[in-house]
């Protein structure tokens, strides 16, 4: 399977998560992985596509909402997982409906094909929480065995 990880970033989160999903995946067989920056992308001949922004001012990133609106086309018949990286997360269970709705929603309604899994993951200011390294190999592990059935 050729999965390509597509994220943006201003202070270098997302990446780190991107990078934590990509030694995932490169642990699994059968997989080829890649991750890249929207600008990055003009090949679409992956089967799945993992696609994440960090959320600034209550919106995911305009450089991956516009990706997403312009290439409906291209995302037709291929499978896609969401991604947002915030700190509404440090809210508590509270915060879930509203982080489903204003930040991952924007993202998953320019979705054309078929959406496997959204997630939020709790995102940091300065030093990188690496407790978030094993709930973003996990739930990356769900998306690759959601895919193979
Ligand atoms: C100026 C600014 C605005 C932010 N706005 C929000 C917000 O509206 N909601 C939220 O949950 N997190 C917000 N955050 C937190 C970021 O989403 C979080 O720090 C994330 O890890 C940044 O991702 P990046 O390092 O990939 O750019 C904001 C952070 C900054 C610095």
């Known amino acids: 399977m050729k999965v390509c990880i597509i994220y943006d970033t201003k202070r270098g989160s997302a990446r780190q998560i991107a990078r934590w999903m990509m030694e995932e995946l490169e642990d699994l067989d059968n997989v080829k992985a890649e991750m890249k920056k929207p600008s990055e992308i ?8 993992i696609i994440g922004s960090p959320i600034y001012w209550e919106k995911p ?12 086309n291209n ?7 969401i991604f947002v990286v915030c700190i509404a997360e440090i809210f508590g269970k509270g915060t879930e409906k509203y982080i489903k709705n204003h930040y991952l929603k924007p993202l998953e ?7 496997i899994k959204s997630k939020s993951f709790k995102g940091w200011m ?9 709930n973003v190999k996990e739930w990356t592990r769900g998306v690759i065995k959601e895919c193979s059935f």
């Open 126 to 134: 300065r030093k990188p929480d690496c407790k978030q390294e094993k």
């Open 61 to 72: 990133m305009k450089s991956v909402v516009d990706f997403l609106s312009s290439n409906q």
């Open 75 to 81: 995302f037709k018949d291929k499978k896609v997982a």
């Open 42 to 49: 003009s090949d679409f001949g992956h089967d799945l596509f």
């Open 109 to 115: 309604e320019k979705v054309s094909g078929s959406l």
